[in-house]
């Protein structure tokens, strides 16, 4: 079975990719990854706060799930363990890259134009095969536009493509008011790849003892769909090579990921829930689906349901739910 995949001008051996997640904290989590089939892996994100010793974002993403996944709790380090200054993460990068043979996608989380160029050319220089900017950004200025915030993500890609060789993907949410065009916005300034989608963080309220709880839940399938969608619309309009992340739990999500189009799907929950060896799975089970069916390559699959390739080119839009809707209309 050839699952051979190309993503942003790096081949892999297959459309399988570790996504940032507190198991690439440490060499032993990479390597794990690698043995158990991921075809790259992402490392989690440098914060900009971090680099000005603030640890609130990092320390968020660290404390959660260490009570509620006995499987996951050996991929989480301590946080007083764990130097999350960019001398620490480029070190982990430089190591990562030459201790194994898949490609390390570095990940940063920029606040100012500076950080975001000059962090990128250090993760390029440590060895990075590629930077997954990671756009997470939460406009809560009253005076700013859509516009506005819209013009910085790009001028991000535009400022990092300039800076740097080697390939950049943008990981971004779904909340712009026309997608569409944000997307083809981030083609044109360069971006070799789109991460679809973020998941936001959305605190939850403590009521007995009025606290913000940082709850960061791990996905389930379900929430693939607004990935999927935006795939399957986005397939071959592009330049820029398509990553579907989110609700990725088995082969079934993945083979609907790269029906719509998607050129790698990764996985960060099924990781945390399963360990390492749910790439070992992931890849067997994929295998064997596409053998069942007829296919010999991930190329064959890909796309074949995206709005540019499926006959019923409205099955994707407005027709198809009011044709939905229509199905809970009670009939007399
Ligand atoms: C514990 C945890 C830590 C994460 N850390 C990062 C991170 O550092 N950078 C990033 O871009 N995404 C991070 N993510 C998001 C994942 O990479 C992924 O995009 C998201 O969880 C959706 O994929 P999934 O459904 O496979 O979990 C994190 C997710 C979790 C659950």
Same mark, same amino acid.
């Given at each position: 079975?050839?699952?051979? $995949? ?33 075809? @790259? ?57 030459? @201790? ?7 990940? !940063? #989380? ?23 900017? #990671?756009? =997470? ?37 779904p =909340?712009?008011?026309?997608f569409a #065009?944000?997307a ?10 789109l991460?679809l989608f ?26 693939m769909r607004l990935p999927l969608l935006w795939i399957a619309l986005l397939h071959k309009r592009l330049?820029?090579?398509l990553a579907a992340?989110t609700g ?5 999500e993945a083979i609907k990921y790269l029906m719509a189009g998607a050129d790698?799907v ?16 992931? $890849? ?17 699959l890909r796309g074949s349901m995206s709005q540019h390739n499926f006959p019923q080119a409205t099955a994707l839009v407005r027709?198809n739910y009011?044709?939905? !809707? ?7």
């Open positions: 079975m050839n699952l051979t $995949t190309r993503y942003m001008g790096l081949t892999l051996k297959s459309p399988l990719v570790a996504s940032a997640s507190p198991v690439s904290h440490t060499l032993d989590g990479i390597r794990r990854l690698e043995d158990h089939g991921a075809s @790259a892996v992402v490392l989690f994100s440098l914060f900009e706060e971090q680099i000005e010793h603030d640890m609130a974002a990092m320390q968020h993403f660290m404390e959660f799930g260490t009570e509620s996944f006995g499987e996951a709790l050996s991929y989480f380090p301590a946080v007083d363990e764990f130097d999350v200054g960019p001398t620490q993460y480029l070190e982990l990068l430089r190591k990562a890259s030459e @201790a194994v043979d898949i490609p390390i996608i570095a990940s !940063l #989380n920029g606040t100012t134009e500076r950080g975001w160029v000059d962090f990128a050319l250090l993760m390029e220089a440590a060895g990075a095969s590629a930077i997954e900017l #990671n756009l =997470y950004y939460i406009p809560t200025e009253m005076t700013r536009t859509g516009a506005e915030a819209e013009q910085q993500c790009v001028d991000v890609v535009t400022r990092v493509k300039a800076a740097v060789e080697i390939p950049v993907a943008v990981k971004l949410g =909340y712009f008011s026309s #065009n944000m083809h916005r981030l083609d044109r300034a360069g971006a070799d790849a991460v973020n998941r936001f963080y959305q605190p939850d309220f403590d009521i007995e003892e009025r606290a913000v709880v940082p709850s960061l839940s791990l996905s389930r399938p379900e929430e330049r820029a090579s992340t990725v739990h088995g082969a079934v790698v990764m996985s960060t929950s099924a990781v945390l829930e399963h360990g390492p060896s749910f790439f070992a799975r992931l $890849t067997a089970d994929l295998s064997e689906w596409m053998q069942r069916k007829g296919y010999s390559s991930v190329g064959q027709a009011i044709k939905t !809707l229509d199905s809970f209309r009670p009939r007399r």
